[in-house]
């Protein structure tokens, strides 16, 4: 029998840390602080420029991109030694391209009055001709060990979102989603094996979505929210997610985007904002626009001069930030028969590798994606190996399949975004302590200077792929529009390249509601 390969991935990025630079006396003041660091540089370590990107991600690519086709000089510097960001893809040993990060697109048609008639990320692979496949919504669910699913499990679902929609709509707190399950599983006197089925769709659908625990939730902004979306039905990439950051760098100048720059510090709030990175580089410009993932800012791992305002502070720590890791097992043959799309597992501990996907459907490899989040993804990440983690996978699997010897899988992949440097996590979800003024603050600038974007500022798709795109798409347009950085002759050369006038009403209108209420 051929050894199973277990890889365990990380970005091997060089961390290249500075002795004196950083070294500063805490009883000066700010300014003399930065000032003196400024002389320790060579002038040939300070590169100047318009915008100054930080993070490589769709957000950060977006908005590059935007402000380039409009002339703006934009430099995109990334901490990690690739771009993509919490996008990362990368092809097996037997052909498989798998998505460690994000992984399909949310909808493909608008369900917003008024909005966008389409997701922008299946706009741009329809564009640059990505092969997809489509996941039906009547081929979601299976329930394993297979007699152990109620028929109506589905139903139950269904009117528990009905049951919190209605107790949230005059809700003066919001309560977490914890809270209303136990009041409706009680409400229904589930037996104990219905009780384990209906916290098991429960772990799957929202959990999952959330990346961390029904108790940590805030229902009343999550139904309030989550009607914001692109339809129902999900399409994977069969290319990965990363043909999609292909096509939004295809056109980037070398130098534009320059990997391996850990920022450290940035000051605003003077003539050129200034930006210092861990290999000395300084980088100076008179907007910034930080994508970095929420985990890092509330990681503190970038010093800030002058200190952030408290009620940006205060929305960095609110918002919810959740982990969800995947152990990718594959197969030289399939010994699973279901055709359907998610597998769930029906037990006293759904929260242990409880979440499914049989990416068969739309690789046509054999393949399992197992999803754990939360607290047991942490778990997991700091307490297991590689090795044992594929153990103990094989071990639930096995329980879901009883009448089926499983085999070593002949390769396998673990993630672990909670301890990556850049992210600290995986992505936002509506916390029982944030308000709604915190997911607008997120998203608001600092001293019009320093700009924010990614999926946890996009208070309409926080989370979501095309959340983190559409942000970078939205500080775009604050700076050329808002900020006025748009030439006046520029015209847009394409279809492809331009914004819509009606979207960029609506974008606009959202940036001066902002400067209105706050």
């Not at 994508?291 to 800012?297: I, N, S």
């Not at 970038?302 to 009620?311: A, G, N, R, T």
Request: aromatic share 12%; proline share 4%.
């Amino acid at each position: 029998m051929e050894a199973i390969t277990i890889h365990h991935i990380e970005d091997k990025t060089h961390y290249a840390f500075l002795n004196n630079v950083l070294k500063f006396d805490r009883n000066e003041t700010e300014d003399n602080r930065f000032s003196e660091s400024k002389n320790l540089f060579d002038s040939s370590n300070v590169t100047r420029t318009q915008v100054l990107i930080i993070g490589a991600g769709l957000s950060g690519l977006e908005a590059a991109r935007l402000l380039r086709e409009n002339g703006v000089k934009t430099i995109v510097i990334e901490g990690r030694n690739r771009t993509g960001g919490r996008i990362f893809s990368l092809r097996t040993k037997n052909g498989h391209m798998i998505d460690l990060g994000g992984a399909w697109i949310h909808g493909i048609n608008g369900s917003i009055p008024g909005g966008d008639l389409t997701n922008p990320i299946w706009e741009i692979a329809r564009a640059a001709k990505i092969p997809t496949r489509s996941t039906p919504v009547d081929d979601l669910l299976a329930f394993y060990p297979a007699n152990q699913k109620p028929s109506n499990v589905e139903e139950w679902f269904e009117d528990f979102v009905d049951y919190v929609r209605e107790e949230t709509k005059m809700a003066t707190d919001d309560a977490s989603f914890e809270y209303y399950a136990n009041i409706f599983a009680n409400m229904r006197n589930f037996t104990v094996q219905e009780r384990y089925a209906f916290y098991s769709i429960l772990h799957t659908l929202i959990e999952g979505n959330e990346a961390t625990e029904l108790d940590k939730i805030g229902a009343k902004n999550y139904m309030d929210i989550t009607g914001l979306h692109y339809g129902e039905e999900h399409v994977f990439h069969e290319t990965g997610f990363k043909a999609i950051i292909d096509y939004l760098t295809k056109d980037v100048k070398s130098g534009d985007i320059r990997l391996e720059q850990v920022v450290t510090r940035i000051s605003y709030n003077q003539e050129l904002a200034e930006v210092l990175t861990a290999n000395g580089h300084v980088y100076q410009a008179d907007f910034i626009l930080l994508t970095v993932p929420l985990g890092v800012l509330k990681a503190r791992k970038i010093e800030f001069s002058p200190p952030l305002p408290e009620w940006k502070l205060n929305a960095i720590d609110r918002l919810g930030y959740g982990i969800l890791d995947k152990a990718i097992l594959l197969w030289d043959k399939a010994w699973w028969d279901s055709t359907n799309y998610y597998f769930m597992r029906v037990s006293s501990t759904p929260k242990l590798f409880g979440s499914w996907v049989n990416a068969n459907k739309w690789h046509d490899r054999p393949a399992l994606f197992c999803f754990y989040f939360g607290e047991e993804a942490y778990k997991m990440e700091t307490t297991l190996s590689d090795g044992q983690v594929v153990t103990a996978v094989r071990n639930v699997l096995q329980e879901m399949f009883p009448n089926v010897t499983i085999p070593m899988p002949i390769d396998s992949y673990i993630t672990r975004w909670a301890q990556d440097p850049f992210s600290y996590g995986s992505y936002s979800h509506i916390s029982v302590n944030q308000t709604h003024a915190d997911m607008i603050h997120m998203s608001e600038p600092v001293s019009n200077q320093l700009l924010f974007a990614g999926e946890a500022t996009a208070t309409q798709y926080y989370g979501f792929s095309h959340g983190a795109f559409l942000s970078g798409r939205r500080e775009a347009t604050r700076l050329l529009y808002v900020y006025g950085l748009l030439p006046d002759q520029t015209v847009p050369t394409s279809r492809s390249s331009a914004i819509s006038s009606f979207h960029m009403m609506v974008i606009i209108s959202f940036i001066c509601l902002q400067l209105v209420l706050y």
